[in-house]
T-cell receptor, first 112, second 116 residues
Framework: GESVGLHLPTLSVQEGDNSIINCAYS??????FIWYKQESGKGPQFIID?????DKRQGQRVTVLLNKTVKHLSLQIAATQPGDSAVYFC???????????FGKGTKLTVNP | EAGVAQSPRYKIIEKRQSVAFWCNPI?????LYWYQQILGQGPKLLIQ????????DSQLPKDRFSAERLKGVDSTLKIQPAKLEDSAVYLC??????????????FGPGTRLTVT
């Protein structure tokens, strides 16, 4: 069935370090993936996306990697800052649908 | 550009009472979504509207939840009667097609519902 999950519920890093947040998905028909950031008391905010025909996409300080062989998605944040502290969700979309299925989230804490 | 507006931001009710949430999407966004986010979990889609028509309501508990978007702009989500397990944040999102079947969803701040 459709499900998106995370390997770790929490991640704590030092300011300036790189962060890697992982996500496993099970629907091989998913063709589009998104990472969202959710700060306390706010709705999810789009960070970066990737289509299934790509294996890597870079943004400003963020990189998403997609491994379709093992159905794994990761978000890398370079030089992590205190403002990056939030819960990060991956979401997948099955081809031909607008419906997003979200994982449970990883709480990132950045220590000064 | 104004974002997705939701009200109220917080609501506390007793079980078996009724409650309604309101959402005003971003101007020009034809698609509107309601999600339920239980503490510690990712958002779960309840219902999706395209203009004033329902596209997907497969995960909406229709015995107690209802939603409408009569004029294709604002939307309301109602719960009647509420149960303890309905305690969650209710998120509204709207979307715009940006390219090739990709719809970027913008989320509102959510309404935190506590059922006691």
């Amino acid at each position: 069935g459709e499900s998106v999950g995370l390997h770790l519920p929490t991640l704590s890093v030092q300011e300036g370090d790189n962060s890697i947040i992982n996500c496993a998905y099970s629907n091989s028909a998913s063709d589009y993936f998104i990472w969202y950031k959710q700060e306390s008391g706010k709705g999810p905010q789009f960070i970066i996306d990737i289509r299934s025909n790509m294996d890597k996409r870079q943004g400003q300080r963020v990189t998403v990697l997609l491994n379709k062989t093992v159905k794994h998605l990761s978000l890398q944040i370079a030089a992590t800052q205190p403002g990056d502290s939030a819960v990060y969700f991956c979401a997948e979309r099955k081809g031909g649908s607008e419906k997003l299925v979200f994982g449970k989230g990883t709480k990132l804490t950045v220590n000064p | 550009e104004a974002g997705v507006a939701q009200s109220p931001r917080y609501k506390i009710i007793e079980k078996r009472q009724s409650v309604a949430f309101w959402c005003n999407p971003i101007s020009g966004h034809a698609t509107l979504y309601w999600y339920q986010q239980i503490l510690g979990q990712g958002p779960k889609l309840l219902i999706q509207f395209q203009n004033n028509g329902v596209v997907d309501d497969s995960q909406l508990p229709k015995d107690r939840f209802s939603a409408e978007r009569l004029k294709g702009v604002d939307s309301t989500l109602k719960i009647q009667p509420a149960k303890l397990e309905d305690s969650a944040v209710y998120l509204c999102a709207s979307s715009l097609q940006i390219a090739g079947g990709i719809y970027e969803q913008y989320f509102g701040p959510g309404t935190r519902l506590t059922v006691t």
